[in-house]
């Protein structure tokens, strides 16, 4: 019903930053705590951030505190990952997700997800 598309993937050196979005169809998007995962090739689909309904709450692993900031504009339904200080460990297929209502960094908790859009850090 919520379908979410991600977008602003790519090549990045070491160091580098980039911001990727993610859009949101339907007109209820303010509804849903939103939240960033990753998956790197044989490894499980990790927590990177959430952010509450309002904008007002956000949540970070341990891994990305400091360098990553979600944030979201819920006039343009969009969620944002701004990500600064990328490092090797970083590279992953980032997926953007949406639930109405649970623990924000639990997988299963989540309801809607994205296609996915590839971030791959270079030395």
């Known amino acids: 019903q919520v379908q979410l598309v991600e977008s602003g993937g790519g090549l990045v050196q070491a160091g580098g930053s980039l911001r990727l979005s993610c859009a949101a169809s339907g007109r209820s998007f303010s509804l849903y705590l939103m939240g960033w995962f990753r998956q790197a090739p044989g490894k499980e689909r990790e927590f990177v951030a959430a952010v509450l309904r309002s904008g007002g709450g956000t949540y970070y692993a341990d891994s990305v505190k400091g360098r990553f900031t979600i944030s979201r504009d819920n006039g343009k339904n969009t969620v944002y990952l701004q990500m600064n200080s990328l490092k090797l460990e970083d590279t992953a297929v980032y997926y953007c997700?949406?639930?109405?209502?649970?623990?924000?960094?639990?997988?299963?908790?989540?309801?809607?997800w994205g296609r996915g859009t590839q971030v791959t850090v270079s030395s």
């Open positions: 997700a949406a639930q109405s209502g649970g623990r924000a960094s639990v997988r299963a908790e989540y309801d809607y």
